[in-house]
């Protein structure tokens, strides 16, 4: 598992709203749907009004969510 970095914005009301999300993933296409999936759930956002930027790999020293770096060390 890598772990990546997906930015974008949502749709939230009238508003678009920036996001920033460490994530956990195989490969950029699951860290993609997984990006999807988690904005879409916390903010009832459908798919259809998120717009994913960029998704880079991170190297592991770079990561700052403790949830991601934990996953991380233990594999």
Known sequence: MKAYK???SFKMGRNWQRFSKELIADDEG???E????V???KHGTKRTNIKIKSIEEMSPDEVEDLVVRN???EE
């Open 30 to 32: 699951s860290a993609r």
């Open 39 to 41: 904005i879409g759930s």
């Open 71 to 73: 996953l991380l060390e």
């Open 6 to 8: 997906a930015a974008g």
């Open 34 to 37: 997984k990006a999807f999936s």
